[in-house]
């Protein structure tokens, strides 16, 4: 599972306190957002192999996986052979799954 990467440690303690506020209600959701923007790292690129684990790990065909990401199979199978490469919501979405699991995106 991979963990938030943070811009530094003075950010990361920002952040963490920022967190524990919105626990408390003390931090709106608008305002968290605005943390995680800006204290952690943007996602990180995935490769084709990467794709193809992260179908695999959690036994998802690649229609199914297409669903899930609200993107076509064709899309999927491109990402598998690396034609192309996910980027905005779909490279976000990609991070929820890998983070966070399949629960979290239905």
């Not at 950010?11 to 204290?39: N, P, W």
């Not at 609200?70 to 491109?78: A, W």
Request: glycine letters at 4%; aromatic letters at 6%; one cysteine or more.
């Amino acid at each position: 599972m991979k963990r938030e990467k943070y811009k530094s440690r003075l950010l990361s303690a920002v952040h963490e306190t920022a967190q524990d506020l919105h626990k408390l209600g003390f931090i709106d959701k608008h305002k968290m957002r605005e943390y995680d923007f800006l204290c952690v790292e943007p996602v990180s690129a995935y490769s084709a192999e990467q794709i193809r684990s992260l179908r695999e790990r959690y036994r998802l065909s690649q229609a199914v996986m297409a669903a899930v990401l609200n993107t076509s199979l064709s899309t999927i199978q491109k990402w598998e052979i690396g034609d192309k490469h996910p980027a905005g919501p779909s490279l976000k979405l990609l991070s929820i799954l890998d983070r966070k699991g399949l629960e979290a995106l239905r």
